[in-house]
């Protein structure tokens, strides 16, 4: 049977969860995600068997500036049929399902970023457009150590492999810190003025207010963000976000940071002074990543700055659910950053 969320199907939920992509999910991280975000609502479709989830496709609601508008677009997240259940067209039926529940909830837009095979199925179940492969540029601070990835665990061992990566860094020659970055513990008013003043820079962005930035990163109960502020004045005029993970590559412990949203007014300066203490603040992982469309003045100062698009690995598909939105479908359009993305 496919229905409708109901209340308690979150643990059902994560148990699909665990199944299907191999790690762990707390219900206070669902909570946040879906049934505490800024738009107060959760749109989510599942398939029951026997009184157990198989089968879980959600959208997430948000706000979205649309030239002069504002519009409630969605997009699909956690998309997952237990091993068992697949096979039998059910995959086909709750996105269907999902796609009726959007509409009747009035999103307009209905959008993704899935892995190719879910890709496919999306847009063949959908009629979603491929609007583009997100491209994906990175800072490299630590060129041996990302070598050693390549190398067996069995040599990167070794003491003086492990000293010799950690010691080689890149260092790159940054401006003075301005004294107009300070660092952000809560969103306040000043968002919410910020978001008014930029937010006409490109025909469609994710409303950047003070709800959202409060709930997207400081409620946030998984990842833990840093976030800088360019104030003049006593007036924000924009904001960096980074993040650090770890990970491990044969045998290699890499700090990887990120770059997770960068958003400030009409100056080329605010936005240089932002990717640049990103830099700062990331000085000591071993390599950096964001995303950045190419007609965005974030993608050219990025590259000013010693980025490289190194790949565009990530699909972004689209579907207008309404009738007369043709802006969305055009990533001219678009601006995006990985903060958009519920994964970062």
């Given at each position: 049977?496919i ?42 479709s ?16 948000v ?23 697949r ?64 190398l ?21 020659a940054?401006?003075?810190e ?37 709930w997207?990163?400081?409620e ?41 949203d ?14 640049e ?8 992982s ?49 601006f ?9």
């Open positions: 049977m229905r409708n969320y109901k209340s308690n199907d979150e643990k059902g939920i994560n148990e699909l969860f665990k199944e299907v992509f191999g790690k762990e999910r707390s219900e206070k991280e669902w909570h946040w995600k879906f049934r505490k975000n800024p738009i107060n609502k959760e749109i989510i599942v398939y029951e068997d026997n009184n157990k989830i198989c089968g879980h496709v959600s959208v997430m609601p706000k979205v500036q649309v030239g002069t508008e504002e519009k409630l677009f969605g997009m699909r997240a956690d998309a997952m049929i237990s091993p068992s259940s096979g039998k067209g059910i995959y086909k039926d709750i996105v269907h399902h999902v796609v009726k529940s959007s509409k009747e909830e009035d999103v307009d837009f209905l959008y993704g970023f899935p892995a190719p095979k879910a890709k496919e199925l999306f847009q063949k179940y959908t009629g979603a457009k491929e609007l583009c492969y997100v491209p994906r540029l990175i800072y490299v601070n630590n060129p041996v150590k990302l070598a050693m990835t390549k067996p665990a069995s040599i990167n061992k070794l003491p003086l492999v492990q000293s010799v990566g950690n010691v080689l860094r890149r260092r790159k940054l401006l003075k301005s004294p107009n970055l300070v660092p952000i513990k809560q969103a306040d008013d000043r968002f919410d003025d910020l978001w008014e003043r930029a937010k006409g820079q490109y025909p469609i962005m994710l409303k950047r207010d003070r709800a959202y930035v409060n997207r990163y400081f946030n109960p998984t990842n833990k963000y840093s976030i800088i502020g360019y104030v003049d004045g006593g007036i924000l005029k924009g904001y960096a976000v980074t993040a650090i993970q770890e990970k491990q590559i044969n045998g290699v412990h890499l700090n990887l940071g990120y770059v997770v960068i958003f400030a007014v009409d100056e080329n300066e605010v936005w240089l002074k932002l990717i203490t990103s830099l700062r603040n990331l000085s000591n071993d390599m950096i990543s964001t995303w950045a469309l190419k007609h965005t003045r974030l993608y050219s100062q990025l590259k000013g700055c010693g980025f490289i698009h190194k790949d565009s690995p990530m699909p972004f598909v689209g579907v207008s659910l309404q009738e007369g939105n043709n802006k969305a479908n055009e990533i001219e359009n678009w995006i950053t990985p903060g958009d993305v519920d994964s970062f």
